[in-house]
Nanobody, 121 residues
C-alpha cells in the first residue's frame, strides 16, 4: 500500500534551521508531484510548498518563500523541506502529500501522518 512517512520535526529556537524528510514507498515515486502542508491546532491545513515529479518546477507559499526550500531525490524516494530562519509562527504539524500526476494541480491524494515542528521564541 502506498505510503508517505515524514521525519525531522522537533523543538527548536527562533532563527534555527530544520530539515524535514518524507520517504515514499510502494508506488512509483518519480511519477508524482509532491507537496508540504502544515496545520496549527484549530486552523485549517495550509499549503507550504510543492514540487513536480522530477523537481524541475517548485512553488513555495509567500510567508515562507525566502526561508524554505523544497527538493527531492527520486533515487532515494525522498522529498525534503529545508526550513531556515524559523519563526514561532512556523510551529505546526507538517504533512507531506502526493498528487495524482507529475504536476501539482488538484488536491493531493495521499498524505503522511505528519511531523511536529515547534519553534520557541
Amino acid at each position: 500500500q502506498a505510503r508517505l512517512v515524514e521525519s525531522g520535526g522537533g523543538l527548536v529556537q527562533a532563527g534555527d534551521s530544520l530539515r524535514l524528510s518524507c520517504v515514499g514507498s510502494e508506488f512509483t515515486f518519480s511519477d508524482h508531484a509532491l507537496g508540504w502542508f502544515r496545520q496549527v491546532t484549530g486552523k485549517e491545513r495550509e499549503f507550504v510548498a510543492s514540487i513536480t515529479s522530477w523537481g524541475v518546477v517548485t512553488s513555495v507559499a509567500d510567508p515562507v518563500k525566502d526561508r524554505f526550500v523544497i527538493s527531492r531525490d527520486n533515487f532515494k524516494t525522498t522529498m525534503y523541506l529545508d526550513m531556515n530562519s524559523l519563526k514561532p509562527e512556523d510551529t505546526g504539524v507538517y504533512y507531506c502529500a502526493r498528487y495524482a500526476g507529475a504536476l501539482y494541480n488538484g488536491s493531493p491524494q495521499l498524505w503522511g501522518s505528519g511531523t511536529q515542528v515547534t519553534v520557541s521564541s
